[in-house]
């Protein structure tokens, strides 16, 4: 009995010991992802700068003096890019290769409101087809939505709008489209 004790006692300390170098040790994805230490200026602007559609009807600013008082209950993000490629279409014009992705979230797992979205493409106000020929599709705020678009485009978009429509309340967030010259 007194063996299995010891036997025990170690493993848990060898157990103990990696947990600890694990934890303790600096993480190697930082190194590769070329970050560089923040200046305290850096820290300040964004601090101090960053804003949102939040602070358009808010007096108190995007915080919250309440600990653990969320501010929004949606978490959203659409990065776009178009880039400039050698290919022309059938009519002489050139083509550009369109990527979209997207997230959206709610933020409280207990909210099961019904959410429809579409993507309007603009100047030409063009809705993104987000598969089997539709423009709108229909998700729950706590399993969340996220997708991928690819396709090349003879239209040169420069933003874009992410139209939601939750539970009869329609909502709009705008985002760029970026031009990447190669």
């Not at 358009?56 to 653990?68: K, Q, R, V």
């Not at 993507?119 to 993104?128: A, E, Q, S, T, V």
């Not at 874009?160 to 760029?176: A, K, V």
Request: charged fraction near 20%; glycine fraction near 6%; include cysteine.
């Amino acid at each position: 009995m007194k063996n299995k004790i010891i036997i025990l006692s170690m493993i848990l300390l060898v157990i103990l010991s990696l947990t600890s170098i694990f934890v303790l040790a600096p993480s190697p994805i930082l190194g590769q992802l070329n970050w560089y230490p923040l200046e305290t200026w850096e820290k300040r602007v964004c601090a101090e700068t960053f804003t949102s559609d939040y602070f358009l009807n808010n007096p108190n600013g995007g915080h919250s003096d309440i600990i653990d008082e969320r501010i929004y209950d949606l978490t959203i993000a659409a990065d776009a890019e178009l880039r400039n490629t050698s290919f022309i279409d059938e009519d002489g014009n050139s083509e550009y290769l369109l990527n979209m992705g997207w997230y959206i979230q709610g933020l409280n797992p207990a909210n099961n409101k019904n959410v429809k979205y579409k993507i309007l493409l603009m100047p030409n106000r063009d809705y993104l087809d987000l598969g089997e020929g539709t423009t709108e599709k229909e998700f729950t705020l706590s399993t969340g939505e996220s997708d991928y678009y690819s396709a090349y485009t003879t239209e040169f978009y420069t933003s874009g709008r992410l139209i939601l429509d939750i539970s009869g309340r329609s909502e709009t967030y705008n985002f760029n489209i970026i031009n990447i010259k190669e």
